[in-house]
């Protein structure tokens, strides 16, 4: 690991995060690269797809649940949806999804909560469930 | 369930309470219920460990993973400490929560995961792990 | 207390819901209800709204007012305009509210006092006020 | 008002400021006054003090009782224990004090309310109450 | 300076304000004053523009990059774009905007990044950048 | 860049960080590796220090700069006192710390500004400054 290039740790998050969030997502992130954002593209791929989430340890389908938790305390909704989208891929269901949510109306309090249910309700909508 | 009284919504959640965080930790919190905070003492326990722990839909081990994570973005450091201990009863092995604070690091920035993994290995210690 | 019921509880909550938010909102929110949320919406009418808005202890003035302060803290906006619509049912006026969102300004900081000043103005403007 | 000088404002928020906090806590702030923090100082003196809790349209009650929700939603400890000393002056009584962190439970999260019930217990304690 | 009336730092730092984020900005939010929000107006333009912008010991420059740095942190995205125009306007090349915000990533958090870079992306895209 | 390996990467990083927060400081760090902390420590080498620090693009002084503001915003004291002295280093003076430290207070609230001068007070008091 020690010595794998920058370049061969980016291919290999560009992949996981192709896996997780689908081509779809990731194709038009990568249309929308400009030079203003292309560090920025590079660091993701590299230092959270590849770093991170490339590791053992945990299943993505964990990740997922600690990432919808997080987003949503963190109060960003652009990446909850998005996350939302990667966990239906990872094999959480919806009603697991639901179920981490209401565990962040205690913790993170039931504004936070209300406001991923509804983005996280808007993502299930459009895949059919 | 909707039959179900608040006084036995509240004993069921210590007897969660006490299975996760331990009786040693319980009956601190206990001895040092006052007047003034009887009332949040009685809302965790019907509602954080009665309403939401009481739930089936996913297992004890990941609800202490998302609450780690959680913990962590919210920056509540007290509480980490409080979880970390809860972690270890649920089966959460440390290289788990290595890799759950890790994951922090990348959505919730680096200073928020050096403050937990200081609070966590602090616990860790003490466990002699 | 101790032997109410959670599905009386529930249903104190809604009530007291319905008073302070008007039952056009309580309706569209009922009716947006699916399996994936139920969940929270129970929690919310059980726990928020009759669990602890149903305390005496408080009036309903003050407890609008220390919801609108908290909602800047937090940057959640979509229920900064349902509490603004709240502590106006709630007989808080205008010129209470902007004085609420001002002092915010100095513990949260400029920028969460002008977001929550757009979304009250517009609340208000809907109001003809 | 616009006529009035920056050091007239000062002047007027320190002695809101004693008022509310008390000369003890107040004369160590001063006493700790160096070249570094000077400018801190002045500006909580003049817009914190003499701007906003000078102005009219709110009781002292209410300011203090908003200040303790924001407070605890942001997470700043030692401002919480700063103002329930404060409250406390200003007449909120041990139960309203309560009764606004209970509050915060639900809308900033259990963690954050349980850290500002420890940090206002103690600050109770010392009073004898 | 402790001489200098009210009225006299607003207008310092209405000038201010013009001069950073231009008058088309300015000139919109006088247009939208109202008894509502006057005060906040009044209190932005004294007390940010004026007590603080007006201040020696920054370069406008510096000032505008620790603004977008905490602005991301704070999340609050509306302000992100007015101070990525007060930037552009204060000298902050785009390259050194990406700069700032790339940083962030590390410390506040990937999503907070993504966030600034999509609202930075778009002020810039308007201004032919 | 891109052929760069992670090993190299992180010996970058570390360096630099060394320059930074000094040799004290990270030698202690250093000794504090567990099995528990010691990927956090990799990736805090790696990709804070070497892959965003190691960029040209700003200055030290300028990263130091907007780190001490999202530090502040982020209410992460340690790591507020951790970059106080990495901006000595850097050439930032305490003068220039105070300004940025008043900046906060304004968008970050006072609350938050008043925690980071105290942090930032101790650090120069223990520098002789």
Not at 40 to 63: H, I, P, S, Y
């Amino acid at each position: 690991m020690a010595n794998e290039t920058r370049k061969a740790l980016q291919d290999k998050g560009l992949s996981i995060r192709r896996q997780v969030l689908g081509d779809k997502y990731v194709d038009a992130a990568i249309q929308n690269t400009t030079d203003f954002n292309r560090p920025m593209q590079e660091l993701v791929n590299e230092f959270c797809w590849g770093a991170v989430w490339g590791r053992d340890g945990l299943t993505r389908k964990e990740r997922s649940m600690i990432n919808l938790a997080m987003l949503t305390a963190l109060g960003r909704l652009h990446e909850v949806e998005t996350h939302v989208r990667g966990a239906l891929n990872n094999g959480v269901t919806p009603a697991q999804i639901s179920e981490v949510l209401l565990q962040t109306a205690i913790y993170c309090g039931v504004p936070a909560a209300i406001d991923s249910f509804r983005a996280a309700g808007k993502v299930l909508a459009e895949h059919g469930k």
